[in-house]
């Protein structure tokens, strides 16, 4: 199988994909649309036998005669279908073939719903099915450069120098959908705004009755003006005039189609008291996306106003450690905060425990006192601990304390 996808850049959940195929009759690709899963898909091999339900008379078929249909794919080789979240009448059929053809049936699907949005697939293909997610470019991805970093935070020896650094706002901007990303010329804005018309127009309404799309927008709007911080339900549902019922389906709604995702709090093993936050955040899968709905520029947030780019720094760089992580089962991403306010914004966990917590800090410098909540963190983990990182703007690898180093944000980049 290649992992080459668009214009040559490596997708580095391609090597992933390659050998999870190897072991699981059925694969869910699921992640935003226009991030290349029918790209990634398709390359999964020469002979792999691809469908999509974006044909209207390919959709027709498969709803008029979901049992013929799965009969209809060839046996012997890889069947794609593209969408499968169009057409969830295919699903029982898709567990029945597999439990016969064990473990002859291969199937890999795509969809531009999360699986929590597609409760019939989950049920019917409950311990058939390997889900993984493809997000849109990381910059490591966009520049050429392997993965890694995720090792590295815990393993690489920890070095003092001066990281060979990019332009900070061009990798940003190009941390994005592929598309956009590879085409200077394409207007942004316009392409964003087609994306969000055909995602609230066309995808959420092929998961749920809503009538007033509006309120979707607005209610992302009022979101992106709160991201990476801890929401206020009751502020947004009086804001919007919405009830609680309401509000709570929309946001699952823009999460199942990957606008938007929660990250979750951190807490000690039998510690679950009112000292530790227990509501979850809410970051934007795309950085660029998320300066759309502020409607904000990029470069005039970092030059006018350095507390909202604070803002968007902080998901960007949320968002980096997501895609660095996506397909390892081993590692839990989340956040740490204490009732006090005191709060650690990343917090990796490996499957044997370990721990690294990282700050964030839209600044070209940095102070042993920004480390304090790292400490803190350190003191309540205990040796589950092994290093922490004040990740910011500037230029230069240097320690701050014991296992707690400052590393410029491009170094997440090489």
């Known amino acids: ?14 090597a992933r994909l390659e050998n999870v195929l190897k072991t699981r009759p ?3 690709l699921n992640g935003p649309r226009q991030t290349g899963k029918s790209t990634l898909a398709q390359m999964a091999g020469a002979d792999a036998n691809y469908v999509s339900f974006d044909s209207p008379a390919v959709l027709a078929g498969a709803k008029a005669d979901p049992a013929g249909f799965v ?3 060839p046996s012997g080789c890889l069947n794609i279908i593209d969408e499968i979240q169009m057409a969830p009448e295919i699903f029982p059929h898709l567990k029945i073939s597999i439990d016969r053809n064990r ?29 993984m997610t493809l997000l849109p470019f990381s910059t490591a991805e966009y520049r050429g450069f392997p993965t890694g970093v995720i090792d590295a935070l815990f393993d690489a020896a920890l070095t003092t120098g001066k990281v060979e650094n990019g332009s900070l706002l061009n990798d940003m901007a190009c941390a994005t959908f592929p598309e956009m990303a590879l085409h200077d010329e394409i207007d942004r804005t316009q392409w964003l705004d087609d994306y969000i018309t055909t995602l609230l127009q066309r995808d959420v309404r092929a998961l749920a009755d809503v009538r007033r799309n509006e ?19 009751a502020s947004i549902c009086a804001e919007l005039g919405m009830n609680a019922i309401t509000y709570q389906r929309y946001k699952a709604l823009l999460i199942n189609i990957f606008l938007i995702f929660e990250l979750r709090p951190w807490m000690p093993p039998h510690r679950l008291n009112k000292r530790f936050t227990k509501s979850p955040k809410l970051y934007f899968y795309d950085t660029n996306v998320l300066t759309y709905f502020m409607r904000r520029n990029l470069s005039d947030l970092f030059r006018d106003d350095r507390t909202a780019f604070g803002r968007v720094f902080e998901n960007y760089v949320v968002t980096e450690i997501i895609k660095h992580a996506s397909g390892r ?5 989340s956040f740490f905060r204490q009732a006090d306010g005191t709060e650690t914004d990343i917090v990796l966990e490996r499957s044997n425990g370990d721990m690294v917590g990282i700050e964030i800090k839209a600044s070209e410098s940095v102070r042993v006192d920004d480390t304090k909540n790292l400490s803190r963190l350190k003191n309540i983990a205990g040796d589950r601990f092994k ?21 410029p944000i491009a170094w997440l980049n090489t």
């Open 1 to 14: 199988m290649s992992v080459n996808t668009t214009n040559n850049k490596t997708r580095h959940l391609a």
């Open 26 to 28: 059925l694969v869910y």
């Open 71 to 73: 009969h209809s794919l």
């Open 103 to 131: 473990p002859a049936s291969k199937y890999l699907l795509t969809g531009s719903a999360n699986i929590m949005a597609l409760p019939a697939l989950s049920e019917a293909l409950v311990g058939r099915m390997a889900i």
């Open 215 to 233: 309120q979707l927008f607005f209610l992302l709007s009022l979101i992106s003006m709160r991201a990476g911080g801890l929401l206020n339900d």
């Open 329 to 333: 089962a081993d590692i839990g991403v």
């Open 387 to 407: 290093r922490g990182f004040v990740i910011y703007t500037g230029a230069e690898s240097v320690p701050l304390g014991a296992n707690i180093q400052a590393l």
